[in-house]
């Protein structure tokens, strides 16, 4: 069934008709809404990565923090937003730094739990550069928490993965954690 049949049983489900002036093209909207929602099942992650990583001498941490980002809820179909702080100690292989912000649209944009896009983003990442070791921290509020349920407006969720010298080394977790903690002026 299409998208916009479905979202035009639902406006008549609820009472409402759907061919009243201010709904008439709202099923029209809603599928264009979920096909950019859900663009990251379409989006090559091979072809992001064979034209950005280059080999390098680089040996030091590369972070890149403060990465705004949507998502939708896969229990709920409600949003979920916040920011992914991502960083990762190359050994040979550096990424271009744009591609990790499009890295975070790939695995944001399908429908999704928190959880899961943090593991994908530091798995990804760990698969393809082969780096000494990879963190990712994502803060997110979700409106599934804030509209329904248990209604915590304030509520912020964060989750980590840290893999390789990330996970082992404390020295190196605890730059890390530094690095996405301080406010710097640019």
């Not at 530091?122 to 780096?131: C, I, W």
């Not at 509520?155 to 996970?167: E, H, R």
Request: glycine share 6%.
């Amino acid at each position: 069934m299409k998208i916009e049949a479905i979202i035009r049983g639902l406006i008549e489900s609820i009472g409402l008709n759907p061919n009243d002036e201010y709904l008439k093209d709202t099923p029209r909207r809603v599928k264009k809404m979920w096909e950019i929602l859900t663009s990251g099942y379409k989006m090559n992650i091979e072809e992001l990565f064979s034209k950005s990583v280059c080999e390098s001498k680089y040996d030091q941490m590369i972070v890149v923090r403060d990465i705004d980002f949507f998502s939708t809820c896969e229990h709920h179909l409600l949003p979920f937003y916040g920011k992914v702080h991502v960083g990762y100690l190359p050994d040979k292989k550096i990424i271009g730094l744009s591609k990790i912000p499009r890295l975070v649209e790939v695995f944001s944009r399908r429908l999704q739990v928190q959880e899961r896009l943090t593991q994908q983003l530091a798995e990804t990442l760990m698969d393809h550069l082969q780096p000494k070791g990879v963190g990712v921290i994502v803060e997110a509020q979700h409106l599934c928490m804030m509209m329904r349920g248990v209604e915590k407006v304030n509520s912020k969720i964060k989750t980590s993965v840290m893999l390789g010298a990330f996970k082992n080394d404390q020295k190196t977790r605890d730059e890390f954690l530094n690095l996405v903690n301080k406010n710097y002026e640019v």
